[in-house]
């Protein structure tokens, strides 16, 4: 589970109850590394099924999207299933916001869990998507989050990418939060990923 904003989740995340303390809890997004260097991997995804809702124009949970994100794995969808918490918490761009996108914050659902098993949920702000498997580059960092530090660490992404010669296929960065919000932001998990292109077979 991840970072978020204030005092008002840790309340909501302690009275559901079975909420672990640390990340160590949780299953996390499956990926095979392809190589790494430092804090920078290369990693394969299988297809991803999350469920999404948008965020604040300020781009935080100050309209309560963690908060609708955890209704619907804690029973609030039309089947009235409880679905396990995963990690990491993503946030990205809303692809049908365009021109003007705003973010949007997603639970991976666990990797067992097929498309047609995602039950249908019952706040319309809150939608079912299927991310495609594919290859993506990504940089771990740690600390908290802010506007400042993702363009830093995916400047730093972008730089290292050019100098592997790794192609991105899409620009838009998704950025992964693992931690609970008491986490001191030293001991955080945190990750910027970019979709590249995966080189053709000779």
Do not use: H
């Amino acid at each position: 589970m991840m970072l978020v904003s204030g005092a008002a989740l840790v309340a909501i995340l302690l009275a559901a109850g079975g909420c672990q303390a640390t990340r160590a809890g949780y299953e996390t997004a499956p990926y095979r590394v392809i190589r790494s260097s430092g804090g920078f991997e290369l990693r394969d995804y299988p297809a991803l099924q999350w469920v999404e809702t948008p965020m604040s124009s300020a781009g935080d949970d100050s309209d309560g999207s963690f908060g609708r994100l955890f209704r619907f794995i804690t029973g609030g969808n039309q089947a009235r299933q409880k679905i396990a918490m995963t990690t990491p918490v993503y946030m990205t761009a809303d692809p049908q916001s365009r021109p003007s996108p705003r973010r949007v914050m997603a639970f991976v659902m666990p990797r067992d869990m097929k498309a047609e098993a995602v039950p249908v949920p019952s706040d319309a702000s809150v939608r079912r998507r299927e991310v495609a498997a594919g290859r993506f580059a990504v940089l771990r960092f740690r600390g908290g989050r802010s506007a400042d530090r993702e363009s830093e660490v995916l400047g730093q992404l972008e730089a290292w990418m050019r100098s592997e010669g790794l192609t991105p296929v899409d620009p838009t960065p998704i950025y992964g939060y693992f931690d609970p919000p008491w986490t001191p932001p030293v001991f955080r998990r945190n990750e910027v990923m970019l979709r590249v292109a995966v080189p053709s077979a000779r």
